[in-house]
């Protein structure tokens, strides 16, 4: 005789909730819509990125990848390398952001990551020696230029280790010298941001992370673990 | 014989572009000493490698998008072969359900909800790149699956937030649950990025443990918040009940 259970039925719901979720792929509707979308041309992006950085680039790679994915997909390149070509204008659209020198009435968001976007598959494409029918992309020498520093980012041996000890580092160290590094901010900013006692604090503690970084290349540097 | 504070002073005003035209002229003099010469490049190449690491943290963020979101345009529609596969997929999956439907009870179902549910989380801190140099580091062999290694690298590190999140994933990966439960349970910091996908592969041992209201309790915590996993939370929440 067969028995019949409630983990039965638990483990049948399962399978039937992902039989239904193969039809769904071929009809091409597997997304669910997100809890909520936010209008990105509204936003003040230049201090969005500032101050909610996980947000703002996970919201601008969600709402504007399977767009630019598919729009170009008449460039003749895989999708592979369209996406990665994409996360590169992403990025370099975040540090033009950050530096504060986009604006917003002149372009809007969505067009200058496009257009980054498209950009960066033109330079990745000319490094493998290929070239791809892509249309002006409209971006300024600057716009232009950030977009190239980004691929051409080339580390030395020295600055390699370093940014492999950074990891390596305490979180309190890792967000002082993110801060000043690549966020430059002032000490002053500083001491605000992390809520530090005065400028002199964080200028000793700022040392004592360096210090362990160096500690931390001459070890690699001489060989040792 | 060391750099004074005044040394560090100037380092510090050069990086941010706000010498004036009197310290501009003694930072020139103090280039020509080989000890503040050498700190001068050190800070440059930091400064190199932390906008490098910034963008090695953002490009994570893309991929953690990609992986709890797949790209709608992975044209299956379009794509013959793919179509054939789903369907083929759809079929398996049918007569697996009917076999299940007749079978008497099946032990641990819990666990089998872990495998449905477990997949690897990526390696954001130092992933492995063509060419890249040196042996490979804890995180590293997490990415290759070495998780016995892995475990031993990353016991060797501090105790930070990220080193303990990978050290959970890497004993998660060697099938060792009580440990990864000790070291996602040592994941505190609720602002950390990994807080939530801690709280995800605790939920997910204490499942494969048999431990169902502890793990329904966090998979409920989870389903509270904004993070991409909200869905997979209540996801998992539903086929449990």
């Not at chain 1, 909520?36 to 936003?43: D, G, P, Q, S, V």
């Not at chain 1, 690549?182 to 900013?189: L, N, P, Q, V």
């Not at chain 2, 439907?101 to 032990?107: A, K």
């Not at chain 2, 807080?195 to 494969?208: E, G, T």
């Amino acid at each position: 005789m067969l028995r019949w259970s409630c983990q039965n039925e638990v483990l049948f719901k399962t399978i039937f909730t992902k039989l239904i979720k193969c039809v769904n792929i071929f009809k091409g509707s597997l997304n669910k819509p997100l809890k909520e979308t936010i209008a990105l041309e509204e936003k003040d992006m230049v201090a969005w990125v500032r101050e909610d950085r996980n947000r703002a680039i996970t919201e601008i790679y969600r709402q504007y990848r399977d767009e630019f994915v598919q729009f170009s997909q008449k460039y003749g390149v895989v999708e592979e390398d369209r996406l990665d070509a994409f996360q590169e204008g992403v990025i370099a659209f975040y540090e033009y952001c950050y530096s504060g020198r986009y604006d917003q009435s002149r372009s809007s968001p969505k067009t200058m990551v496009f257009n980054m976007a498209k950009y960066a598959l033109i330079n990745m494409k000319k490094k493998q020696g290929k070239l791809v029918s892509v249309p002006d992309t409209h971006l300024t020498t600057r716009e232009k230029e950030g977009v190239v520093d980004l691929l051409n980012e080339n580390l030395t041996h020295q600055q390699h280790l370093i940014k492999r000890g950074l990891s390596h580092l305490g979180e309190q160290c890792q967000a002082i010298i993110r801060l000043f590094y690549f966020c430059e901010y002032s000490i002053e900013a500083i001491v605000r941001e992390l809520g530090y006692q005065n400028e002199n604090v964080v200028r000793s503690h700022k040392s004592r992370c360096l210090k362990k970084l160096r500690e931390h290349l001459k070890m690699k540097n001489s060989g040792t673990k | 014989m060391g750099l004074s504070e005044k040394d560090h002073i100037l380092i510090e005003k050069h990086l941010a572009g706000q010498l004036t035209e009197t310290e501009q002229r003694q930072f020139l003099q103090r280039k020509e000493d080989a000890e503040f010469s050498s700190e001068l490049q050190f800070q440059q190449d930091l400064k190199i490698a932390s906008r490098s690491q910034e963008r090695d943290e953002l490009r994570r963020l893309m991929r953690e998008t990609d992986a709890y979101s797949r790209p709608s345009t992975r044209s299956f529609a379009s794509n013959k072969y793919r179509r054939i596969l789903a369907w083929s997929a759809a079929a398996i999956l049918l007569l697996i359900s009917v076999f299940v439907f007749l079978l008497p009870v099946l032990p641990g179902s819990e666990s089998g909800f872990y495998s449905v549910y477990y997949e690897p989380y990526p390696n954001t801190v130092s992933p492995l790149t063509k060419g890249g140099e040196g042996l490979p580091d804890g995180f590293q062999l997490y990415e290759l699956g070495r998780y016995e290694e892995a475990i031993r690298a990353l016991s060797d590190l501090p105790v930070t937030t990220t080193n303990q999140f990978y050290l959970g994933l890497s004993y998660l990966g060697d099938d060792q649950m009580i440990p990864a439960i000790a070291a996602m349970q040592g994941i505190t910091d609720r602002q950390s990025e990994y807080f939530i996908p801690a709280q995800w592969y605790l939920a997910l041992a204490h499942l494969k443990e048999g431990e169902l209201d502890t793990a329904t309790r966090l998979l409920e915590g989870i389903n509270q918040t904004d993070h991409a996993l909200s869905a997979k939370a209540a996801e998992l929440l539903e086929d449990l009940q």
